[in-house]
């Protein structure tokens, strides 16, 4: 399992991307947690969407392909008491392309997941101790190609 993180000017640290170059880069920050995350599956990750507390929608990355939209998957989290820690999965080569196959989302009180198909090539994302995912990087366009997150250290 893979595992690096940098730190960026807002106290948080932006942790990957795991898995290929491929899709369109995006970038999302909540100001407290995420409480929703729907995701789309099949034989890899194939979009996904997130809400924060107050109801925004971040997405659909991903899923451009009209002919294989996957699965619909809700993971709810019940904030503030549950809040995101981190995350982990697998990539591998899928229709000729290097994508998240699957995903799980570990909050401080469950895994949710794994989303998708098991594969090769492991990746997670280290808990951070009193840290809480507050957004995502990633790359996507069929699918989704690659993730990272977001993590602000709670004081």
Known sequence: ???????????????GPWGGSGGAPFIFKVEKWIKEIIVHEEGCINSIAFKDTSGEMYGKFGGEDPHDSGMERIIEI????????SIAGTFRCYKDNKVITSRSFIT????????GTVSSTSF??????GGVVIGFHERGGYFVDAIGTHVKLLR
């Open 1 to 15: 399992m893979g595992y690096f993180a940098t730190w960026i000017n807002d106290s948080s640290i932006t942790c």
């Open 78 to 85: 019940n904030g503030p008491s549950e809040y995101l820690t």
């Open 108 to 115: 401080n009180l469950h895994t949710h997941g794994p989303f």
């Open 124 to 129: 997670s994302s280290m808990p951070t101790e």
